[in-house]
Every structure is written in structure tokens, then in C-alpha cells.
């Protein structure tokens, strides 16, 4: 049944919006008026009010509580398991296997998921990793949110019927997660690999440390051109020299910021810095099983080799190619 209370005003739609581009550096221009409409429907539900005209009422009067739950409304995203699975495929066959010989006498990666929303993409990185990395190496995954509620889901890392639906083969549920209730939680090996904070992109990266891999998907086509280039410069800043970031399928940063080129793998693009080595030079291992497909064991590595992963037979270098990204007039 529709809900029959009245929508907010131009003027409350005109302060939400600069409320979350304040808050967040998120642009909704007034096409999105259905959509700020429909995410603030819940909220009036739950506070019991008589419109979303009442719940702007009460941001505007300094309410932090309602404020939070405005802009988190606003700023929570879609996700899901192994989301679009070629920058998986392109982890798993290239990107993973020559951080692990770069870092052979480390024995430790750091990845950084940005905008992780309820956690999907860090635990999809942390199983695949589990397939990829070597025994014995240390593999740390960072998750950030700018909505404490989304971040709060993620370290609980307890997902619906719907949720798992969603792109999570049937092995992998088998493998590495456990019922509880009605709900899947994930294995605590897992989430020993992975932690969970609040973070604002828009806002200086304090206390995260520098990664080998950063995954920005789906989150920059939010952001208008300054704001971007902002954020990919303050990334490449927490990105080891030879690190990689990984964007969403619509997503690109030619003509956003010099510091950063675009490497294509096998028909998958990555960003990496001026001088980074290609990655074209890897060994492969098997790809991802199709849903309710089973992926054969990894070779196990023999005490004293070198850290290499994958097949035990070389295979040839993937296709590669290398553009150069520009900063254009005004960084446009």
C-alpha cells in the first residue's frame, strides 16, 4: 500500500542535498528527488513521524541522531558477492600472483576496500586470497565505510538468504560459512583477515597505512570532476609504489589525475603508477567456479621454494597494455 504521507518540500530537498554533499562530497542533483524521497520513507516509518517534511524538521533543528540517519540513508550503497567478477578474475591471475613475487621476502599484503558497504567485497577478497597467497603469509583487508551502520554489518559479518543469493557460488558458502538462524555468518578465518572502520573519502586518509591493492569501485561516479581528482591523488598517496587500484566497470581515471596509468590485462584494466612494473609476466591458477561449481586444489609449495602461485606450469604472458592517464585544464 503506497504511502499516502506527504513528500518533502523544495526547500527540505534543496538542504538534504547540500547536507550530503556536505557530509559526504556526494552530488544529487533534482533528478534524484525520488530517490532521496524513497531512501527517507523507512526512517519516517521508524521514528513514528508524519512525514519526511517533519524529518527534515528535526535535522534542521540540529537533531545529530536524525542527521546521521539522513545521510547515512543517502550514502548506502548497492553490493554483493564477487561484483562483477572480472576485477576478480584479474586479482586472481594477475595482480595477486606478482604482488606475491614482489613481496616474496615480506610474506604480507595489505588491501584496502573503499566504500565496502555491508563487507561483501572484503570477504570476497579475503576467500579468494585464501586460494591465491601462499600458506604462511600474513594478508590484512581493510574495509571503510562513511556509514556506521554498514560498517557495523560488516565486522558482524552475519548475511541474509537474499544476501548470499548474490553472487556467492554454492562451494564457497559450503566452504566458509556457517548457518546461524536464518542468517549465514562467515568464518571466523576470514574474519581474521579483515577489519572493519568508519571512513569518510571525501575527508584526509589518517592511520591507514599504505596498501599493495585498493579497491575504489562504483563509488567515484558519486563524486563530481574536483572531488575526484582529489580523492584518486590522496589514494595514490596510501598506494605502495608498485601497488594497484582497481575501479568500477564505469569508472575511469583518464583525464582525472596524471599520477596514475591504466594497465590492460587480458581485457581487464587496472590503475598503477608512473613506473610501475607491467603485470603482464604472471603465472595463472584456475578461475572462479561458476555458482554450485567446485575449484580443484591448489599445489601445495614445497619448504625452501620461492613464493611463486598458481599452475605448476609456466603459461604465457597475458596481452598488456599501458595508456597514460593526463590532468586536464582545471583538473576536469
Request: net charge positive; charged share 25%; hydrophobic share 40%.
Amino acid at each position: 500500500m503506497p504511502d499516502s504521507r506527504p513528500a518533502m518540500s523544495p526547500a527540505d530537498a534543496i538542504w538534504v542535498r547540500e547536507l550530503v554533499r556536505r557530509r559526504s562530497a556526494i552530488v544529487l542533483d533534482e533528478s534524484k528527488q525520488y530517490l532521496i524521497d524513497t531512501r527517507l520513507a523507512p526512517i519516517v516509518r521508524s521514528e513514528g513521524l508524519g512525514g519526511v517534511g517533519e524529518l527534515v524538521a528535526r535535522a534542521r533543528a540540529g537533531d545529530r541522531r536524525v542527521v546521521g540517519l539522513v545521510v547515512d540513508a543517502m550514502t548506502t550503497n548497492e553490493t554483493s558477492w564477487f561484483r562483477d567478477n572480472g576485477p576478480f578474475e584479474l586479482l586472481r591471475t594477475a595482480v595477486l600472483p606478482y604482488l606475491v613475487r614482489a613481496r616474496g621476502s615480506e610474506r604480507r599484503l595489505r588491501i584496502w576496500s573503499a566504500a565496502c558497504s555491508s563487507g561483501q567485497e572484503a570477504y570476497s577478497v579475503a576467500m579468494l586470497c585464501t586460494e591465491v597467497v601462499p600458506p604462511g603469509w600474513s594478508v590484512e583487508i581493510i574495509g571503510t565505510d562513511l556509514s556506521p551502520a554498514m560498517v557495523a554489518r560488516a565486522r558482524e559479518g552475519r548475511f541474509s538468504q537474499l544476501e548470499v543469493n548474490r553472487g556467492l557460488p554454492a562451494s564457497h558458502l559450503v566452504r566458509w560459512f556457517t548457518r546461524d538462524g536464518a542468517h549465514w555468518r562467515v568464518a571466523p578465518e576470514l574474519q581474521r583477515m579483515t577489519s572493519f572502520r568508519e571512513g569518510n573519502l571525501a575527508e584526509p586518509f589518517t592511520d591507514l597505512g599504505r596498501f599493495d591493492v585498493v579497491l575504489l569501485r562504483n563509488v567515484l561516479i558519486y563524486f563530481d570532476g574536483a572531488t575526484k581528482v582529489d580523492i584518486l591523488r590522496r589514494v595514490r598517496g596510501v598506494t605502495r609504489p608498485d601497488g594497484v587500484l582497481l575501479l568500477g566497470a564505469a569508472e575511469s581515471a583518464l583525464g582525472l589525475d596524471v599520477g596514475w596509468n591504466r594497465e590492460t590485462v587480458a581485457g581487464s584494466s587496472v590503475l598503477r603508477q608512473d613506473g610501475a612494473p607491467s603485470l603482464s609476466t604472471t603465472r595463472a591458477v584456475p578461475s572462479l567456479p561458476p555458482a554450485g561449481g567446485v575449484r580443484p586444489p591448489l599445489p601445495r609449495q614445497a619448504p625452501g621454494t620461492r613464493p611463486l602461485v598458481g599452475a605448476p606450469k609456466p603459461v604465457r604472458p597475458l596481452p598488456t597494455t599501458r595508456t597514460r592517464t593526463h590532468l586536464s585544464p582545471g583538473g576536469r
